[in-house]
C-alpha cells in the first residue's frame, strides 16, 4: 500500500512510536500493523516485540520489517510476558509520543493526528485518551470502553478500582518515563500498575473526544492476558500488581481517606481470594496492607478477627465460614467486602 509523506493537515509534527508486543498471534498482526500504516500522521515507527512466539509470528514481523525498512522494527526475547515485551520495545522507541498496541486491536487512521494536536494544544499534559469502542467480532455491536467516552481528569486515584481506559487508548509523551521506571514483568494487571505509577508521577490528563481506537472481542485468550480466569498464578500476579501500587502510595505519602478505606475493601477481597487458591503468603500480605490502611481512620478489629481465624483454621475453612455466613444472613455480596 502507499504510505503518506506528511501530516494531513499539513504540520511538521515529532515521531509517534507505536509498540506492539507479540505472541502468538500471526494471523493478527498483519491487520494490526496496516492500522498504524495507515496513520495520517508522520513520521512515525512500528516497533514489533516478539514475546517468545511459538508460531509463526517472528517470520510475520520479520517480513513486515523487510517490507517497511526505517519504519518497521523487529526485536525477539525470551518469553517475559506484554509488560517486559512493552518495556523492551520503549528502551528502542526513539519517538516524543509513545503509543501501545495490543497485536489483537486496531487504531483508527486519524489517532495520531488528532492525539498530537491536543498535545500541541495541552503541552502541560502527559497522556491524551480518545473515545475507544469495543466490538463484538460475532456481531459487530460496538459500545465504548469504560470511561473513555467521558471526561477523565486523573488517573490516579481514580483507576484505582476500576481502569478508566484500554491499553490501546492513551498517547503518551516519552517525557513521563523520566518520572516513573515503566513497565514490570507482571504477566496480569501490568497495564493498570502502569497507568497508577504514571498517575502517582503526576502524568496530566487531556482527550481527544473521538472514536479513535477499536478493542475486538473474538474467541481465544487476548494479548493482554485476562481471559483465563482466577488461576493461581493469575491471582498471585493480580495480588503483586496490587501489593505494588499501595507500596508507592505509601512510600509517596498518598494516603488519604478518600480512597484509601476503598482500596482497603479490594485488598480484604483480593485476600480472600488468595486463600480460596492455596495462596497463603500473599493472602497474609493482602489482610496485612488492609488492615494498615484502615487503621488512622477506624478500628480494624474486624479484620483482626479475621486474621486470627485463618491462623486457627486456615486460610479456606475460614473464607468457606466468612462465606456461609454471609449467605445464611443474606448478605449483599458487596457488603461482605467490606472489613
Request: charged share 25%; aromatic share 8%.
Amino acid at each position: 500500500m502507499s504510505e503518506p509523506t506528511s501530516n494531513s493537515n499539513g504540520d511538521a509534527a515529532a515521531t509517534v512510536s507505536c509498540i506492539i508486543p507479540l505472541y502468538n498471534r500471526a494471523h493478527m498482526l498483519e491487520a494490526c500493523v496496516d492500522s498504524v500504516l495507515r496513520q495520517t500522521h508522520r513520521p512515525l515507527e512500528i516497533v514489533l516485540v516478539d514475546d517468545g512466539s511459538q508460531d509463526e509470528t517472528p517470520a510475520a514481523a520479520q517480513r513486515l520489517a523487510d517490507l517497511h525498512p526505517g519504519v518497521v522494527k523487529f526485536i525477539r526475547q525470551e518469553n517475559g510476558g506484554p509488560g517486559a515485551a512493552r518495556q523492551t520495545g520503549l528502551r528502542h522507541a526513539t519517538g516524543e509520543f509513545i503509543q501501545y498496541l495490543d497485536s489483537d486491536d486496531l487504531l483508527e487512521p486519524r489517532k495520531f493526528e488528532l492525539q498530537v494536536r491536543r498535545f500541541r494544544e495541552c503541552p502541560d499534559a502527559d497522556v491524551c485518551y480518545c473515545i475507544t469502542l469495543r466490538q463484538h467480532a460475532a456481531s459487530g455491536s460496538e459500545r465504548p470502553w469504560a470511561r473513555t467516552a467521558e471526561v477523565i481528569e486523573r488517573i490516579f486515584p481514580d483507576f484505582l478500582i476500576q481502569r478508566g481506559w484500554h491499553t490501546i487508548t492513551p498517547l503518551w509523551r516519552k517525557r513521563i518515563y523520566d518520572r516513573f521506571p515503566g513497565w514490570s514483568n507482571l504477566r496480569a494487571m501490568e497495564d493498570w500498575e502502569h497507568d497508577l505509577k504514571a498517575g502517582m508521577a503526576g502524568a496530566a490528563v487531556c482527550q481527544a473526544a473521538e472514536p479513535l481506537a477499536r478493542v475486538i472481542d473474538h474467541s481465544g485468550e487476548r494479548a493482554s492476558g485476562m481471559g483465563t480466569g482466577f488461576t493461581p498464578q493469575l491471582t498471585r500476579n493480580y495480588f503483586l500488581a496490587h501489593e505494588s501500587i499501595w507500596l508507592e502510595m505509601r512510600d509517596r505519602g498518598l494516603v488519604d481517606r478518600e480512597y484509601t478505606e476503598m482500596f482497603s475493601r479490594k485488598l480484604f477481597w483480593l485476600a480472600r481470594l488468595c486463600g480460596e487458591r492455596g495462596l497463603r503468603d500473599e493472602a497474609d500480605r493482602a489482610l496485612s496492607y488492609a488492615r494498615e490502611m484502615i487503621t488512622p481512620y477506624r478500628s480494624s478489629v474486624g479484620l483482626r478477627a479475621f486474621q486470627t481465624a485463618t491462623r486457627c483454621f486456615g486460610w479456606p475453612m475460614t473464607v468457606r465460614a466468612a462465606e456461609a455466613v454471609r449467605r445464611l444472613l443474606k448478605t449483599p455480596a458487596g457488603a461482605a467486602e467490606k472489613p
